[in-house]
């Protein structure tokens, strides 16, 4: 399994940008990086997936260099409600044996 | 248009106990898992689930059981609670490919 290395912690201020950096060297040719959201008692969300290059919808963007060993996870113009746990997991049902593991996330908070 | 239903959302038992945390989809996924997730930490797999009959164990597998007969259902079955399990239990049901987890919204158990 890909092991996933994020910061523990980060603080932001509304209408900034929020950039949060996992690396995963040891990423598989077929492995997805994906990243879910979790808010104080609820279950994770999905937020955004990618595979290379960027991806980018209505909540988020996702930057993934070519040789892949890292992503970047960019909030625009972050609110008091993005305060949340943000989780990057890399991998794909078929190569983990259908094991989804979760890392310890990064704590994002947004100060007015 | 449920998702994943967690049942119960709340219980407390006393150290000794035994009950079974009840989990449903109605996504047809195969694939399913139970976590619990410790006051300001991350997700820790328990068991999970590739399909009706088969179950592996994740991280943290010891006092727990479950079993998988039907697609739609992962009951974790805890044998004989110790306050040690005393935590917010999450179920998710996934999709493989792309892989995307989909969650409860978490039953808090406190053992006493």
């Known amino acids: 399994l890909a092991k996933t290395t994020q910061p523990i912690s980060m603080d932001s201020y509304e209408g900034q940008e929020v950039n949060i950096t996992c690396s995963h060297n040891n990423i598989a040719t077929n492995d997805y990086i994906t990243w879910y959201q979790q808010f104080p008692s609820q279950g994770p969300r999905f937020i955004i997936q990618?595979?290379?290059t960027k991806v980018t919808n209505e909540v988020a963007s996702l930057f993934i260099p070519a040789d892949r060993k890292s992503s970047t996870l960019s909030l625009p113009r972050v609110s008091l409600s993005d305060t949340a746990v943000y989780y990057c997991l890399v991998g794909g049902f078929y190569n983990q044996g259908g094991k989804l593991i979760f890392g310890q996330g990064t704590e994002l908070s947004v100060k007015p | 248009n449920a998702g994943v239903t967690q049942t119960p959302k709340f219980q407390v038992l006393k150290t000794g106990q035994s009950m079974t945390l009840q989990c449903a989809q109605d996504m047809n996924h195969e694939y399913m898992s139970w976590y619990r997730q410790d006051p300001g930490m991350g997700l820790r797999l328990i068991h999970y689930?590739?399909?009706?009959?088969?179950?592996d164990q994740g991280e943290v597998p010891n006092g727990y059981n479950v079993s998988r007969s039907t697609t739609e259902d992962f009951p974790l079955r805890l044998l004989s609670a110790a306050p040690s399990q005393t935590s917010v239990y999450f179920c998710?049901?996934?999709?493989?490919?792309?892989?995307?987890?989909?969650f409860g919204q978490g039953t808090r158990l406190t053992v006493v």
């Open positions: 990618g595979y290379k």
């Open positions: 689930s590739v399909g009706a009959g088969i179950t």
């Open positions: 998710a049901s996934s999709r493989i490919d792309p892989p995307e987890a989909f």
